[in-house]
Structures are given as structure tokens and as C-alpha cells.
């Protein structure tokens, strides 16, 4: 390992001015304490609204067993026989006062994928948006559109299947530019040796809504009424939003209590990485490699996450065969886990770049390398160890908890590449990167027609090819500098 003395000698070549944190000709402003500074205040309120968002668009997956009759449902029952029933029978009674509706395993399936059609039509619109007026109100009011949209679920279902289709498509809207605007916001607010711990806290909120949402959706509907599922976590979000709009600014020289120390120390430390001109590069970008090795990645990492958030109750239920009750805890822990690892690997990849003077995009792929192939293996361990319920749980949570170095790999790449229009890059990437939560899931349902733990076993030996492949072409193709067609001029920061 690398002394971080001897690391701070300068270099020649990209290689070595990859290593550099700084230009050398930028006075360097000594690092503003991070514990109550506006960054990190920031990066917590982030936290909690994608705690939020995930908790608005998975809490349906939950609360559909419950708005399906049994009776329908009892039709088309998938439940494998290959494994021995292994949860103990429910002693308390579940509340059944919430209405229930005729929608077949293929309605419902068109019900859970309407949000996907939404939410891809807002990407790359919500990045440009965002780096036009500001990531602020963008995220705000796409998170409380989706708030307020939930609210009126029980209505719309009522109304019938094709209304909630509709009002599912609309939440996918306003969650399509949140990752856009978050990501142009970051690029305001984050210097560059932060990076991967600030954008880890913000974006774990996203996990660790997963955690809580899912069984507390679990609970809410056993004991109460579906219903209550959408009325609280919709309130939950409308309060989110007050907050952000009041305590949050655009950018540190908007912020009304930052200190001056602190400002100084973000702005100087994005000096050379930010670019004024006005117009988009549409063309070089596009053309960009480094953006394709990105999107790659993004797409392989999301053809496993959503096949895992949208299938694993399914799995757990119908293969493993655990109640509900079991199954959303055993389906959430995964997803602690991975809440777990972001976090901590954000600390540890700019620990690895500040004090021991790595290279960024030697971390990049480090940390991409390990949070998709890491999964791929115990994905498909998890697939062939049969009934074993112990070992199926464990190695689903190994998988999933080592995608969380990913969120300081190839997600915050963006920024590294070209932080003026990180934004933009990211609403192209979660393009295609959504594209598995509309067809992964599909194709899984086709594989497992008759629910056989072979067929199983297809699932994630091809999740786990595509996500190596993934790994292997963003480790090829990755850059960790920002790209000349990203700055003014050619004198740019190549961190």
C-alpha cells in the first residue's frame, strides 16, 4: 500500500494527474469540519427523501396481497412443492376489512410495472431541468407529487384497474427526476474528496426505506387495513417536503447559515471542474465512452437489483415458503445490508483517495468490481443450494449487501466525469438502467413457469451474467477525470 506522504508527490502523465486531489496551481483551502456543516445537513435531509421515494414505490408490492381476492389468487397458485412448508401457522387473526378486487397474476403484474413506464419518461428531461434551474425544487416536487399521488391509490383502485395503472405511472413520473436532480445538486455541493461519503449517506435512504417499508407495509396490513399503507407513508412524504423546501439551498453561496470557512473550502475545491457555457455538449457526450462504460454498469447492476426488489417476496413465498409475516423481514434484510455497506464504503473509498492518494478511478473500479460480481457469485450459490432455507437467506443477503459498494463505484462516476452536467448523465444512464425493472422481471416470470427451483436457478445465473459482464466493461472503459468536453477550456481538474 502506497504511503499517503509519498502519494502527494506530483506526477506526469494522466495516470499521475489522476492521483492528484488538486490542481497543484489551486491554493488549497484546509477541509471545513463535517460534523453540523451544511453539506452534510444536506446529504441527511437527502437521506430521508429517498427514504421516502423507496418507500412510496415499493409499499404496493405489499399491499397488493392484500387488495387481491384470495379467491383469485388461490387460482392461480404457483406455490412450489419442492420444499417443505417451514413457517409456523399464524395465531393471530389478519384484519380483513380492506376491499378486495378481481385482478389476475397477469393485472397485477401490469399494475406493479406502470410505475417503470413513468418514471423512464422523466429521466434525461429531469437531469437537462436540473441543470438549467437547480435540483432544489425539482426533487422536492417530484418527491411530493408522488406523495400526494399515493394518497389517492385506495380511490383510483377503486375506480378500477386501469385508473391505478394510470396513478402508478404518475408517481414513476415525479420519481424520474429525483436522481437527475439530486446528482446536478451534488455537483454544487460536494467536493471532490467527499464525494463518495456524501453521495453514499443521501442515497442509502434509499435501502434502508426498503428495510422499513417493507415489512412495516407487512404489518400495517396484517393488523389494520391496506389502505392506511398509502395513507401513511403519503403523509410521511408531504411533511419530508416541507422540510427540504425550508432548510435546504440551491448551492452554498445561497445558503443563508453556512460558514464562510466551509463555503470557501466547497467552492475552491470545484474551481476547475465546473463549466459555465451555457449550452449542453449533446454530441460529445453521447459519444462520450466513459458515459457508455456508466451505463453498462448501471443497466447489469439494475437487471439484478430489480429482479431481487420485485421477485424475492415471490421467491421467499412460493419457493422457500414463508408466510407473510417472515417473508417481509426476510425480504427487507437484504436490503439492510446493502443500507450498511454504502455507507461504510463511502467512508472507506475517500479515505482510500485522500489519505492514501489512490486514483479515482482506480477506486471506481475497485469498488464496481466487488459490488457486482461480489452479488453475482452468491446469487447463483443462493440458487443452487436447494432447500436450505438458512443458507438461501444468507447468501441472498451477501449478494445484495455487496452491491452497496457499488454506490461508490460506477453510481457517482457521473460526477467524476463530468460534474456541470452530472444531472444529465445520470437521467441518460437511468434510462437504460430502467429498462430491467420493466423487462427482467417479465422475463423471470417466463422462465419460472412451472416454479421449479431449476428454473429458479436460470433467473439468477443470468442476472449474475450480465452483471459480470457489466463489471468487466466498466473496469475496461471507465475514466475517473473530467472530460474535456465537459469543461470551458483544457486547463480542467483531473481528479
Known amino acids: ?166 396513478l402508478r405511472a404518475l408517481e414513476g413520473l415525479g420519481e424520474g427526476v429525483t436522481f437527475p436532480a439530486m446528482h446536478a445538486m451534488w455537483s454544487s455541493w460536494a467536493p471532490p474528496l ?42 410521511v412524504g408531504i411533511i419530508w417536503f416541507i422540510l427540504w423546501i425550508f432548510l435546504v439551498s440551491e448551492t452554498p453561496e445561497t445558503h443563508k447559515t453556512i460558514s464562510h470557512h466551509e463555503k470557501e473550502y466547497i467552492l475552491s475545491s470545484l474551481k476547475n471542474q465546473l463549466s459555465s457555457q451555457k449550452s ?59 443500507w450498511l455497506c454504502m455507507i461504510l464504503s463511502g467512508q472507506a473509498a475517500d479515505n482510500l483517495r485522500a489519505k492514501w492518494n489512490y486514483s479515482t478511478i482506480c477506486v471506481r473500479r475497485v469498488f464496481s468490481l466487488i459490488g457486482m460480481i461480489g452479488p453475482a457469485v452468491f446469487l447463483v450459490a443462493a440458487g443452487f443450494i436447494g432447500c436450505d432455507y438458512s443458507l438461501a437467506v444468507a447468501f441472498l443477503t451477501i449478494s445484495t449487501t455487496l452491491g452497496g459498494f457499488c454506490s461508490s463505484g460506477f453510481s457517482i462516476n457521473h460526477l467524476d466525469i463530468a460534474p456541470s452536467y452530472a444531472g444529465i448523465l445520470l437521467g441518460i444512464t437511468n434510462t437504460f438502467a430502467t429498462i430491467p425493472g420493466m423487462v427482467g422481471p417479465v422475463i423471470a416470470k417466463s422462465l419460472t413457469a412451472n416454479n421449479t427451483i431449476r428454473e429458479w436457478q436460470t433467473v439468477f445465473c443470468i442476472a449474475a451474467a450480465i452483471n459480470v459482464s457489466g463489471a468487466i466493461f466498466f473496469s475496461l472503459f471507465a475514466k475517473g477525470e473530467v472530460q474535456n468536453w465537459a469543461l470551458d477550456d483544457r486547463h480542467g481538474h483531473r481528479n
Open 194 to 235: 467527499e464525494r463518495s461519503k456524501l453521495l453514499s449517506i443521501s442515497y442509502a435512504g434509499a435501502q434502508l426505506g426498503t428495510v422499513i417499508s417493507l415489512p412495516l407495509s407487512g404489518i400495517i396490513c396484517f393488523y389494520m387495513d391496506w389502505t392506511y399503507v398509502f395513507y401513511l407513508f403519503g403523509i
Open 280 to 338: 449542453v455538449p449533446w454530441i460529445p457526450m453521447l459519444k462520450s465512452l466513459p458515459l457508455g462504460a456508466i451505463v453498462v454498469a448501471h443497466f447489469s447492476y439494475n437487471w439484478t437489483f430489480y429482479t431481487l426488489l420485485t421477485l424475492l417476496p415471490t421467491y421467499m413465498k412460493e419457493i422457500l415458503r414463508f408466510n407473510v409475516q417472515e417473508n417481509g423481514l426476510l425480504s427487507a434484510l437484504p436490503y439492510f445490508g446493502c
Open 1 to 166: 500500500m502506497r504511503s499517503p506522504i509519498r502519494g502527494l508527490a506530483s506526477s506526469d502523465g494522466e495516470e499521475g494527474s489522476a492521483r492528484t486531489p488538486l490542481l497543484q496551481s489551486t491554493p488549497r483551502v484546509e477541509a471545513a469540519p463535517a460534523c453540523c456543516s451544511a453539506r452534510y445537513n444536506l446529504a441527511v435531509l437527502a437521506f430521508f427523501g429517498f427514504f421516502v421515494l423507496y418507500a412510496l414505490r415499493v409499499n404496493l408490492s405489499v399491499a397488493l396481497v392484500d387488495m387481491v381476492d384470495s379467491n383469485t389468487t388461490l387460482a392461480d397458485n404457483r406455490t412450489s412443492k419442492e420444499c417443505a412448508e417451514h413457517s409456523a401457522p399464524i395465531k393471530v387473526l389478519h384484519n380483513q376489512t380492506g376491499k378486495r378486487y378481481q385482478w389476475d397474476a397477469e393485472t397485477q403484474g401490469w399494475i406493479l410495472g406502470s410505475f417503470f413506464y413513468g418514471y423512464i419518461i422523466t429521466q434525461i428531461p429531469g437531469g437537462y431541468i436540473a441543470s438549467k434551474v437547480g435540483g432544489k425544487l425539482l426533487l422536492g416536487f417530484g418527491i411530493l407529487g408522488t406523495a400526494i399521488f399515493t394518497l389517492f391509490t385506495p380511490i383510483a383502485a377503486d375506480f378500477g384497474v386501469g385508473a391505478l395503472i394510470v
